[in-house]
Nanobody, 124 residues
């Protein structure tokens, strides 16, 4: 078991940016960022595997960037051009089952070691 800790959430206006961080980053695993809005299921946002292949959901592609911050042993999520529909609690997690394909599918059921989450609120 790994205790993941997210940070960097906050409140911004639409069009703004935030950078989330999750520590520690485990380079030998697929790791991902997920989010859950009130009344909705947890959904995959972005994942990065052990050889730094990244996957993004269609809703954030071109606006969010997932990366490994090796200096800090952290997993970052740069979020630009934020929109009100991005409002959610954001979680990081490690893949626990499945192979490379599962990493790209971003099914929350294949991930574990969930952090406590960090709130992102985007106002219009």
């Amino acid at each position: 078991q790994v205790h993941l800790v997210e940070s960097g959430g906050g409140s911004v206006q639409a069009g703004g940016s935030l950078r989330l961080s999750c520590a520690p980053s485990l380079s030998t695993y697929c790791m991902g960022w997920f989010r859950q809005a009130p009344g909705k299921e947890r959904e995959g946002v972005a994942t990065i595997n052990s050889v730094d292949i990244t996957t993004y959901s269609d809703s954030v592609k071109g606006r969010f960037t997932i990366s490994k911050n090796n200096a800090k042993s952290a997993l970052d999520l740069q979020m630009d051009r934020l929109a009100p529909e991005d409002t959610a609690v954001y979680y990081c997690a490690t893949q626990e089952r499945g192979g490379w394909h599962a990493c790209m599918q971003m099914n929350a059921g294949d991930f574990g070691n969930w952090g406590q989450g960090t709130q992102v609120t985007v106002s219009s």
